[in-house]
């Protein structure tokens, strides 16, 4: 397993704790020996986040995978933090249930490192968004003691939500034992409909005006390898069929009425796999903007490169995904695209799989908002000898 750094840190150990009792001796001697420290489940994110900024011991969570609790009449899961996806989301379907959102690398991500770096599904209108999913936790602190926030049941719990704090840093709070959080039943029709459009304005317009109040999150696709060469924008309609019979119907009438045709496809797929199944060869850029208008240079710079790539957006929410293929330009075409998002005040995360090998020395940073800042002050505080996940906030 590689490190990503630009300082020449080593791993110096890989410890895989096969119960709670051992994760917690695990800790506590490390903390009190001040032994940096990270965390890793399915070794998908490794690389994420910034550089580690010393030496460390990774704590992997494989073992740890049990589903603790799952009652299916509570709409209420409990697992370790190293369980699988795949995992999880079968025994989910053996009751008609699912995570209510689409986690990356499914096959080899744990809900543990998921949570961690706070990834959730953005396709549909009604996608959950793992925070809110998020009921309870069990995590270890800095004295190596197991603190329960939240609980198991789906109800007001006083005290604070200190187990928000926890989804999207890195692992820099410490080490995550078990999750609580809400499923949710599996809708009982599912249906897809893409429209193609000749301009990527007209495109994102349609889906302003006309689908925002359809319940889903429409997708705008520009393929270089799309024999149309046209931009195609797909829906995923769920519900009952009546319900997504009639959303259906509402579309085709504003399509037919304000461009020239429109064809449907029907899918046993709950959610493309855009930007989720990666090839050794392939990249994920996840770029995020409160102003989709932004999105239009970046797909201007992209279609004048000889570079194979997907682009898929979403015109109600700021949010685009980019997959590109490797080739020996790729860092130039980075810190090009990097350049951009930056001076349209946009952010971006890079993402791979763990047989990718590549290192980007991207130029420029953005500045740190509010939430980052008192996120920062707060690691101060609770781990003032920064050892847990080293560099990834600090």
Do not use: C
Request: aromatic share 12%.
């Amino acid at each position: 397993m590689q490190l990503n750094n630009q300082n020449e840190n080593k791993i110096l150990s890989n410890i895989r704790p096969s119960d709670k009792s051992e994760l917690k001796h695990t800790i506590k001697e490390l903390y009190r020996s001040k032994s940096p420290m990270s965390f890793i489940g399915g070794g998908s994110k490794i690389n994420f986040g910034n550089d580690f900024t010393k030496d460390i011991t990774l704590i992997n969570t494989t073992k740890l995978n049990n589903i603790i609790d799952y009652n299916p009449s509570d709409l209420v899961v409990t697992v370790e933090s190293g369980t699988q996806i795949s995992k999880l989301t079968d025994t989910l379907k053996t009751n008609n249930q699912f995570l209510g959102f689409r986690l990356p690398f499914y096959e080899s991500s744990t809900i543990g490192g998921s949570l961690a770096y706070g990834y959730s599904g953005t396709y549909r209108f009604n996608d959950i968004h793992l925070r809110d999913s998020v009921i309870g936790l069990e995590f270890l602190n800095h004295s190596g003691d197991y603190v329960q926030s939240g609980g198991r049941v789906v109800k007001n719990v006083s005290g604070y939500d200190v187990h928000k704090l926890f989804i999207g840093t890195y692992g820099a709070f410490g080490p995550i034992y078990s999750i609580s959080f809400k499923v949710y039943p599996i809708p009982k029709t599912r249906k897809k409909v893409e429209l193609l459009f000749d301009s990527m304005n007209e495109a994102m317009m349609f889906g302003k005006q006309f689908v925002l109040y359809n319940w889903n999150v429409p997708r705008l696709y520009i393929k270089t390898s799309d024999s149309t060469k046209k931009y195609k924008l797909g829906l995923d309609i769920v519900g009952t069929n009546s319900v997504v019979n009639k959303i259906i119907n509402s579309i085709n009438h504003d399509y037919q009425k304000n461009m020239l045709s429109s064809y449907e496809i029907l899918s046993d797929k709950y959610i493309d796999d855009f930007g989720y199944s990666l090839n050794k060869n392939e990249i994920l850029v996840k770029i995020n903007s409160y102003k989709n208008d932004f999105f239009t240079p970046i797909a201007s710079y992209l279609e004048t490169q000889k570079i194979k790539y997907d682009f898929m957006i979403n015109p109600i929410f700021g949010f685009a995904l980019l997959v590109i293929q490797d080739n020996s330009d790729l860092n130039d075409y980075f810190n090009n695209l990097h350049l951009y998002i930056i001076k349209n005040n946009m952010s971006m995360q890079i993402e791979w799989n763990n047989s990718f090998q590549h290192n980007f020395n991207l130029s420029g940073t953005r500045t740190d908002n509010i939430n980052k800042i008192l996120t920062k002050s707060f690691k101060n505080t609770y781990d003032k000898n920064n050892l847990f996940s080293p560099g990834k906030l600090l």
